[in-house]
């Protein structure tokens, strides 16, 4: 009976159930997406969807109205958060982690109910929502993303060693200067991060717009109508399509916040 | 070689942070071209003085001359002075060359122009990039870094590093080159050699050095002029052998070097007895005055016994390298011998001190004297301490009432709640006790110096860093917090002048 007792197992059988895991739901779900995107409704392998893509106006124009609005935000995120996570992380404040926990706090109330409110507001000003339906879409997803784009500048602005900016004024710089040689280009890792996470997300988000009744499509309202008109085909391909600009965007950003030195170069 | 003009000037400069002071009355004046060190313990000023020379601290008062000019307002990048960092802080997302470079890039001069009528103009010019690269690259010779241009300062060891930072601020050609603990961080050998470069780099460069450290070796090996610092106070400006040999007080004593400190009282002209017995000396102070006498282990001299002046046991002989060194039992002092002869412990041995090597100074503190105030309990208030005493000694041949009042020879009643006095106690009437609320008043032990036969330590309370000193019989660590314990028949109360007679 002891060798029943005696259950002890090496690394590889404990690695079974994750990679049972990971081929069930994420390998297994890609190769059919792959399947459905390169084969035409009798099941013959075509590029027709491939092709289909890049001709029809539609599908281009809402690549190109989703890039929009997923740039815009992303800049908008930056340029409210950056200062505040300046701010935040020089301030010899007793209290600055209250502070920035009132910018996160956002985060943890229920997302539909936060764009409600926010569309009460802004139709209380706009009158009718849809006559702005770019700038709406902007605040919303701004609202929604801003802390993404704090926490991670907050972390390595605080990181930044106080006796290298003063080693920067001693050596001549000004406050502008020391901010552009020194502070800019040794946050650009964060300034990565935060970027990466507003961006990918605001290209698919469509909820907000759905809930500022902005009718306009974007790359996941995009896929949704195709899966909703039995085309899974097309959507499928769309979605391969998104999954490889997401993949080289993600490869882009992580070569420069890998190599800090290299930061310098892209700005 | 021989310029005597000042380059800068400290007068009167005082430093606080919230209600911390930092730095108190700091003047000094530092001429051009010397190696200055200020030295001192962690925590007593040191660096917080070098900050504000470089502009990174404003004084709260004083003021900072720079040839005659005061800068104690100016900001770090206005102040031809430059810096070099405990840690470096060179930049990680630029390469050496570009780390060194950073200063010059920024650096504008004056030259003479022809603009596009022909007429010549005197204009702010940055640099060209060929005067950056000569004078990266004869940096980079001078620390011996030649070829390093292109490296990521990460790649470099903490010996390179520090080359790296020495080269970007002396490549700006400053007046002053401040160093702050810039060895710290380095080990032992390297550290060694980086002493002699500096020293070497400082006489070749011309310019003047002020260095911060708390290595006593360091300072003695490579300064010009020393400034020992204590607890944000100046305790001696003098050239390395001076202050070795002629400390002015034991804290210095103490710091610089090992010594065996001593309470001494004058005997007669030149005559000093400490250790029970009596010494020829060469310094003067006044007959039957108590003084600190400070002996260097290497200035006594193991003879028989019998002969020398003082007949010890030897306790312990350990091998330094160099030289033994040997403690000896002598009565109930200690005292510690440096000799490159050996001596068996358990034996017992003669010991002489020449004259020379008896160094006398002016005791600084005598006494614990605080101004005080008689509460309600009869209890008393001095010192950020409130400690039970004898009251009726205010008026003699007084006694208390069952009511605590104070009834007088004469039979009158007197409330002495709120009458200010002087309080006086002797160094050995205090002691420390590491439980809490157990005496009195509470504080930290910030000195703790060995004595012969005892320890004077020290106590600073926390809310207005008031001062006890007391001998103790045991070692205690530095930075321990402690309760100061006072029998009451120990505090001596005397009334002060104008509000004694407050009923």
């Given at each position: 009976m002891t060798g029943a007792l005696k259950l002890r197992f090496n690394r590889k059988q404990l690695c079974i159930p994750y990679v049972a895991f990971l081929v069930l739901f994420v390998i297994c779900p890609l190769l059919v997406v792959v399947y459905y995107a390169f084969t035409s409704g009798t099941g013959s392998i075509t590029i027709e969807n491939f092709v289909n893509f890049f001709t029809n106006t539609n599908t281009l124009g809402t690549l190109l109205y989703s890039i929009a609005i997923s740039v815009v935000t992303t800049a908008v995120c930056l340029v409210i958060a950056y200062p505040v996570a300046y701010v935040l992380a020089r301030s010899r404040l007793k209290k600055k982690y209250v502070l920035l926990m009132l910018f996160v706090l956002p985060m943890w109330i229920n997302f539909t109910l936060r764009i409600t409110a926010l569309k009460e507001i802004l139709s209380s000003i706009e009158g009718n929502l849809s006559a702005y339906p770019f700038l709406n879409t902007v605040t919303g997803m701004t609202y929604d993303f801003l802390p993404f784009m704090i926490l991670p500048l907050y972390t390595s602005l605080s990181k930044l060693d106080k006796s290298l900016t003063e080693a920067a004024e001693d050596l001549g710089a000004n406050g502008f200067t020391v901010f552009m040689r020194v502070i800019l280009p040794l946050s650009v890792p964060g300034i990565i991060s935060g970027v990466t996470m507003v961006l990918l997300p605001s290209m698919t988000n469509y909820v907000v717009l759905d809930m500022l009744y902005n009718s306009t499509y974007i790359m996941g309202s995009l896929i949704g109508s195709y899966f909703a008109a039995y085309d899974w085909h097309g959507g499928s391909m769309i979605s391969l399509i998104l999954l490889i600009i997401i993949f080289v965007i993600t490869l882009a950003t992580n070569r420069f916040s890998d190599d800090e030195t290299s930061g310098r170069a892209m700005l | 070689m021989s310029q005597t003009s000042t380059i800068i000037e400290l007068k009167d400069v005082c430093k606080s942070f919230d209600d911390t002071v930092a730095v108190e009355n700091f003047s000094l004046s530092i001429q051009k071209g010397e190696f200055v060190t200020f030295l001192g313990p962690s925590g007593c000023g040191k660096t917080t003085t070098l900050r504000m020379i470089a502009g990174f601290d404003i004084p709260t008062s004083g003021q900072i001359l720079l040839n005659g000019e005061d800068?104690?307002?100016?900001?770090?990048?206005?102040?031809p002075v430059n810096t070099v960092f405990q840690r470096y802080?060179?930049?990680?997302?630029?390469?050496v060359y570009e780390n060194i470079a950073f200063g010059l890039r920024l650096k504008k001069t004056e030259t003479e122009v022809t603009d596009r009528k022909g007429n010549k103009v005197r204009k702010l010019v940055h640099l060209s990039r060929r005067e950056i690269d000569e004078k990266v690259k004869r940096v980079l010779d001078i620390v011996d870094l030649?070829?390093?241009?292109?490296?990521?300062?990460?790649?470099?060891?903490g010996g390179q590093q520090q080359r790296v930072a020495i080269a970007r601020a002396i490549v700006n050609e400053p007046e002053i080159l401040l160093l702050d603990e810039p060895l710290g961080a380095l080990d032992l050998k390297m550290r060694k050699e980086m002493q002699i470069e500096l020293k070497e780099m400082h006489r070749r460069l011309g310019i003047t050095f002020i260095y911060v450290t708390h290595d006593q070796e360091e300072a003695l090996t490579m300064s010009d002029k020393i400034v020992v610092i204590n607890d944000g106070e100046i305790q001696q400006v003098g050239t390395p052998t001076d202050i070795y040999n002629?400390?002015?007080n034991t804290f210095v004593a103490d710091f610089i070097g090992e010594s065996n400190i001593f309470n001494g009282m004058m005997t007669g002209k030149l005559r000093v007895k400490f250790c029970g017995t009596e010494f020829a000396c060469l310094d003067d102070y006044e007959i039957n005055q108590y003084v600190d006498v400070v002996v260097r282990p290497e200035d006594i001299i193991i003879c028989?016994?019998?002969?020398?002046q003082l007949k010890g046991k030897v306790l312990s002989t350990v091998f330094k390298g160099v030289h033994y060194e040997i403690t000896v039992e002598v009565g109930r002092f200690e005292i510690v011998i440096q000799s490159t002869a050996y001596a068996e412990p358990g034996s017992l041995i003669g010991m002489k001190i020449e004259p020379d090597g008896i160094h006398i100074m002016e005791k600084v503190y005598t006494e614990n004297k605080y101004d005080g105030v008689i509460t309600k309990r009869n209890t008393v208030e001095f010192g950020d301490g409130e400690f039970g005493c004898d009251v009726t000694q205010l008026y003699p041949g007084s006694h208390l009432d069952e009511e605590g009042y104070l009834i007088t020879a004469s039979g009158e009643k007197l409330d002495l709640t709120g009458t200010e006095v002087t309080v006086e106690v002797g160094f050995r009437d205090i002691t420390m006790s590491d439980e809490e609320g157990a005496g009195g008043a509470e504080g930290n032990i910030i000195s703790m110096i060995y004595q012969g036969d005892h320890y004077r330590s020290i106590v600073r309370t926390e809310e207005n860093e008031e001062d006890y000193v007391l001998a103790c019989p045991d070692l205690w660590n530095t930075g321990d917090k402690v309760s100061l314990v006072i029998p009451a028949d120990k505090i001596k109360l005397t009334l002060k002048p104008v509000a004694g007679e407050k009923k």
């Amino acid at each position: 009976m002891t060798g029943a007792l005696k259950l002890r197992f090496n690394r590889k059988q404990l690695c079974i159930p994750y990679v049972a895991f990971l081929v069930l739901f994420v390998i297994c779900p890609l190769l059919v997406v792959v399947y459905y995107a390169f084969t035409s409704g009798t099941g013959s392998i075509t590029i027709e969807n491939f092709v289909n893509f890049f001709t029809n106006t539609n599908t281009l124009g809402t690549l190109l109205y989703s890039i929009a609005i997923s740039v815009v935000t992303t800049a908008v995120c930056l340029v409210i958060a950056y200062p505040v996570a300046y701010v935040l992380a020089r301030s010899r404040l007793k209290k600055k982690y209250v502070l920035l926990m009132l910018f996160v706090l956002p985060m943890w109330i229920n997302f539909t109910l936060r764009i409600t409110a926010l569309k009460e507001i802004l139709s209380s000003i706009e009158g009718n929502l849809s006559a702005y339906p770019f700038l709406n879409t902007v605040t919303g997803m701004t609202y929604d993303f801003l802390p993404f784009m704090i926490l991670p500048l907050y972390t390595s602005l605080s990181k930044l060693d106080k006796s290298l900016t003063e080693a920067a004024e001693d050596l001549g710089a000004n406050g502008f200067t020391v901010f552009m040689r020194v502070i800019l280009p040794l946050s650009v890792p964060g300034i990565i991060s935060g970027v990466t996470m507003v961006l990918l997300p605001s290209m698919t988000n469509y909820v907000v717009l759905d809930m500022l009744y902005n009718s306009t499509y974007i790359m996941g309202s995009l896929i949704g109508s195709y899966f909703a008109a039995y085309d899974w085909h097309g959507g499928s391909m769309i979605s391969l399509i998104l999954l490889i600009i997401i993949f080289v965007i993600t490869l882009a950003t992580n070569r420069f916040s890998d190599d800090e030195t290299s930061g310098r170069a892209m700005l | 070689m021989s310029q005597t003009s000042t380059i800068i000037e400290l007068k009167d400069v005082c430093k606080s942070f919230d209600d911390t002071v930092a730095v108190e009355n700091f003047s000094l004046s530092i001429q051009k071209g010397e190696f200055v060190t200020f030295l001192g313990p962690s925590g007593c000023g040191k660096t917080t003085t070098l900050r504000m020379i470089a502009g990174f601290d404003i004084p709260t008062s004083g003021q900072i001359l720079l040839n005659g000019e005061d800068i104690s307002k100016l900001p770090p990048n206005k102040r031809p002075v430059n810096t070099v960092f405990q840690r470096y802080a060179l930049f990680p997302h630029l390469n050496v060359y570009e780390n060194i470079a950073f200063g010059l890039r920024l650096k504008k001069t004056e030259t003479e122009v022809t603009d596009r009528k022909g007429n010549k103009v005197r204009k702010l010019v940055h640099l060209s990039r060929r005067e950056i690269d000569e004078k990266v690259k004869r940096v980079l010779d001078i620390v011996d870094l030649e070829g390093f241009e292109k490296r990521s300062v990460s790649t470099l060891s903490g010996g390179q590093q520090q080359r790296v930072a020495i080269a970007r601020a002396i490549v700006n050609e400053p007046e002053i080159l401040l160093l702050d603990e810039p060895l710290g961080a380095l080990d032992l050998k390297m550290r060694k050699e980086m002493q002699i470069e500096l020293k070497e780099m400082h006489r070749r460069l011309g310019i003047t050095f002020i260095y911060v450290t708390h290595d006593q070796e360091e300072a003695l090996t490579m300064s010009d002029k020393i400034v020992v610092i204590n607890d944000g106070e100046i305790q001696q400006v003098g050239t390395p052998t001076d202050i070795y040999n002629e400390p002015v007080n034991t804290f210095v004593a103490d710091f610089i070097g090992e010594s065996n400190i001593f309470n001494g009282m004058m005997t007669g002209k030149l005559r000093v007895k400490f250790c029970g017995t009596e010494f020829a000396c060469l310094d003067d102070y006044e007959i039957n005055q108590y003084v600190d006498v400070v002996v260097r282990p290497e200035d006594i001299i193991i003879c028989k016994p019998g002969e020398g002046q003082l007949k010890g046991k030897v306790l312990s002989t350990v091998f330094k390298g160099v030289h033994y060194e040997i403690t000896v039992e002598v009565g109930r002092f200690e005292i510690v011998i440096q000799s490159t002869a050996y001596a068996e412990p358990g034996s017992l041995i003669g010991m002489k001190i020449e004259p020379d090597g008896i160094h006398i100074m002016e005791k600084v503190y005598t006494e614990n004297k605080y101004d005080g105030v008689i509460t309600k309990r009869n209890t008393v208030e001095f010192g950020d301490g409130e400690f039970g005493c004898d009251v009726t000694q205010l008026y003699p041949g007084s006694h208390l009432d069952e009511e605590g009042y104070l009834i007088t020879a004469s039979g009158e009643k007197l409330d002495l709640t709120g009458t200010e006095v002087t309080v006086e106690v002797g160094f050995r009437d205090i002691t420390m006790s590491d439980e809490e609320g157990a005496g009195g008043a509470e504080g930290n032990i910030i000195s703790m110096i060995y004595q012969g036969d005892h320890y004077r330590s020290i106590v600073r309370t926390e809310e207005n860093e008031e001062d006890y000193v007391l001998a103790c019989p045991d070692l205690w660590n530095t930075g321990d917090k402690v309760s100061l314990v006072i029998p009451a028949d120990k505090i001596k109360l005397t009334l002060k002048p104008v509000a004694g007679e407050k009923k």
